[in-house]
């Protein structure tokens, strides 16, 4: 993504501190290296990240990668009050990390270890984050902008039989609009992204088993006629956090090519 598109100044992040969960995936990633670029000091978590990983520069900014599980309160509060020690007040929040994991049950099958480990990871880990992140930014006094990745799952229902995702994803919208409207006197702003089915590598193994026919068929329903990118949702991601969103809190907004056209 081009870091001066949409006529939006790439060092607009400049001095800003932003943390980014599930880093390693793409739209983590990319959304990461696009924040950087225009000037952001940005602390990249995965659970994938070896505890070493090198800092590297990105543009006019600088990807600190760092280790975290999501799903472990206590190590995202270590986390982020190192971060702020560190960098200062955190200033923008993104939480990427989630997923459906790999069972696909009717739900009569779906076992309570099952339930919990989708729902820790998408509707408890982003609750995690959020909460460390505004002791950040109230303690800093200086506002912020959190933006939580829902689905189009939790917007409408899942096609591949994944209760749990669907209702931690729900779970996430709501959460979304319960903290922009208590934490909008602190000058704190908090949206949602719903993507649709977006072709990134976490999903190649679910895309690859999806026949042809069934494929054009949700096409068919996909109004840009396209499966989505993760290139796609970082430019929903940095309106949300930029100044050009400065009077915009508790929304959801579907990125899906306009599968579903709801309010």
């Known amino acids: ?19 980014i969960t599930g880093a390693l995936g793409e739209i983590g990633l990319e959304t990461a290296e696009e924040l950087a670029r ?8 995965d659970i994938g990240f070896s505890p070493s990983e090198p800092s590297r520069p990105v543009g006019a900014g600088i990807i600190h990668p760092v280790n975290l599980d999501v799903t472990d309160s206590h190590a995202v509060d270590s986390l982020f009050r190192s971060i702020t020690s560190a960098s200062g007040p955190i200033s923008m929040l ?18 309570d270890a099952q339930w919990k480990k989708v729902v820790s990871l998408n509707l408890d880990g982003t609750f995690y984050c959020c909460r460390a992140a505004v002791k950040s930014m109230k303690s800093g006094g200086i506002g912020g902008s959190i933006v939580n990745i829902s689905s189009g799952a939790g917007r409408t229902y899942s096609r591949t039989g994944v209760q749990a995702y669907a209702a931690a994803k729900a779970g996430v919208i709501g959460l979304t609009r319960q903290l922009a409207r208590e934490m909008g006197t602190y000058g704190v702003r908090v949206n949602c992204v719903a993507p649709g089915l977006i072709a990134v590598e976490g999903l190649a193994q679910e895309l690859s088993s999806i026949s042809s026919g069934a494929m054009q068929t949700h096409l068919s329903g996909v109004a840009l006629g396209r499966l989505g990118s ?4 970082v430019g929903p991601i940095v309106f949300f956090l930029g100044p050009q969103a400065g009077y915009v809190t508790g929304q ?7 599968s579903t056209m709801l309010g």
């Open 252 to 258: 959801t907004i579907s990125v899906d090519g306009g």
């Open 230 to 233: 993760a290139a796609d949702l």
């Open 38 to 45: 225009r000037g952001a000091t940005v602390w990249a978590a």
């Open 1 to 19: 993504m081009n870091g001066h598109s949409a006529g939006v100044r790439a060092e607009h992040f400049t001095d800003r501190v932003a943390v």
């Open 94 to 111: 993104v939480n990427a990390a989630g997923g459906p994991g790999t069972d696909r049950s009717p739900v009569e099958d779906v076992t």
